[in-house]
């Protein structure tokens, strides 16, 4: 099976909205995830987007702790700060009962 490479940055960000959700790791599913490095003049990071399927039973009161909030939330990724982070889009209900959402942030070194 070949893996995609993550990132630490983008590795420590999943781990932790998937902490945020509360539920087990096997109930939500990575189904896309793209990350790119960024600077500025004083700062270096990556952007991420990543899109979450959230599994049934569970997947609308995860996606809802997920969600609410996540723009003040803090986060404990080693060597890095979550400067930025939003839901691009959903939470959406599919047809199976998961919930799909894409979130994007912005990452730095600390």
Do not use: K, Y
């Not at 993550?6 to 902490?19: C, T």
């Not at 539920?23 to 990575?30: A, Y």
């Not at 939470?91 to 009962?97: E, F, I, K, Q, V």
């Amino acid at each position: 099976m070949l893996r995609a490479a993550m990132s630490p940055a983008a590795s420590g960000l999943l781990r932790a909205l998937i902490e945020r959700t509360g539920v087990e790791r096997n109930r939500i599913l990575l189904t896309g995830l793209d990350s790119c490095d960024w600077q500025s003049l004083t700062f270096v990071g990556e952007r991420h987007e990543l899109q979450l399927r959230i599994l049934p039973p569970v997947a609308e009161a995860a996606a809802r702790r997920l969600c609410e909030g996540l723009g003040d939330a803090e986060f404990d990724i080693p060597g890095q700060l979550v400067v930025d982070i939003a839901v691009r889009a959903g939470p959406t209900l599919s047809a199976d009962g998961s919930t799909l959402l894409t979130i994007e942030a912005l990452t730095i070194e600390e």
